[in-house]
């Protein structure tokens, strides 16, 4: 008895018939047939009833047939037990980053999950949000760590890291610098440095502009937050950061609530289902280094 003819039995049973059971595992009519017949002479009994157009179970084909998806099912789920050991041992995972963002839980993951598994490949690129969200949507990439606005991209599934608010933060002596919190227009007086378009805290930052029905002056762009910040403390502008980020800067730099501004930007992890092996393993190791978040926004 072979695992094929228990695979043609049940095409037969479940088709009722041998043409659409031989288009459907892709055999012969004539294949399938002697097949079934060998099986059956195997077994000692007629498993199928050929007397009429349809093909019907006699009563030791139905008796067979649970017991064949079950063998079936069963040799599926070895196969699958060995695939994701072998997926494990020299599988590969390509994982996306928002450009210039250091995440010390992303690297954290990595490492342990090299240390554990050496044999997966790991590639690790970086790209603003909106091209690594689609490229997970294309499946180019296993996972990637991406700013947004409101909330993780539709249709993906996510591990949030941070949600927080934006701020504008000027050196000491702006003429803002003093005031407890500012709105939006009085931020787009000056010129602004921000990150690039396609990053989370952009995308906040345009939109509550463009609900104030304002056009800011984006006098310099960087994919950095080391270098937005640099040039705002140089004051070539006011600096548009996370209230996270913004915290790292204390002394050089002052954070501005910004008054009427509510939408979040959310770090996150995110991903397209169904994981593989090596991708759920990953997961694991970066659900247990976000589990006290303590990183940057982009």
Not at 12 to 23: D, I, L, Q, S, W
Not at 51 to 57: E, G, K, V
Not at 164 to 178: Q, R, S, T, Y
């Amino acid at each position: 008895m072979e695992l094929r003819q228990l695979e043609y039995f049940v095409a037969v049973a479940e088709e009722a018939n041998f043409t659409r059971a031989a288009e459907r595992v892709h055999i012969s009519q004539s294949g399938i047939s002697a097949q079934i017949r060998q099986l059956e002479h195997h077994l000692g009994a007629t498993l199928i009833d050929r007397s009429n157009r349809t093909a019907t179970l006699t009563p030791a084909g139905a008796a067979a047939l649970e017991h064949a998806r079950a063998t079936l099912a069963s040799a599926n789920a070895v196969r699958q037990a060995v695939d994701e050991v072998q997926e494990l041992i020299r599988g590969r995972l390509v994982v996306g980053m928002v450009t210039a963002c250091t995440i010390r839980g992303l690297f954290d993951a990595l490492s342990e999950f090299h240390l554990a598994h050496p044999g997966v490949e790991i590639t690790l690129v970086e790209d603003n949000s909106d091209r690594l969200v689609e490229q997970v949507r294309d499946g180019v990439l296993d996972l990637a760590l991406v700013g947004t606005a409101t909330a993780p991209p539709k249709g993906l599934d996510a591990l949030t890291i941070i949600s927080e608010g934006i701020v504008a933060a000027v050196p000491p002596g702006h003429p803002l610098a003093d005031r407890p919190g500012v709105t939006i227009a009085d931020v787009v007086a000056y010129p602004i440095v921000s990150m690039p378009r396609g990053t989370g805290i952009r995308t906040v930052f345009d939109r509550a502009c463009a609900a104030a029905g304002i056009v800011p002056n984006i006098a310099l762009q960087a994919s950095a937050p080391d270098a937005v910040v640099d040039l705002a403390i140089r004051g070539l502008g006011i600096a548009i950061l996370s209230e996270t980020m913004s915290t790292d800067f204390e002394g050089r730099l002052r954070a501005l609530t910004l008054d009427g501004v509510d939408i979040p930007a959310v770090l996150a992890l995110v991903w397209k289902s169904p994981e593989g092996p090596a991708l759920r393993e990953l997961l694991r190791y970066g659900r247990k280094a976000f589990g006290e978040p303590a990183a940057a926004l982009a």
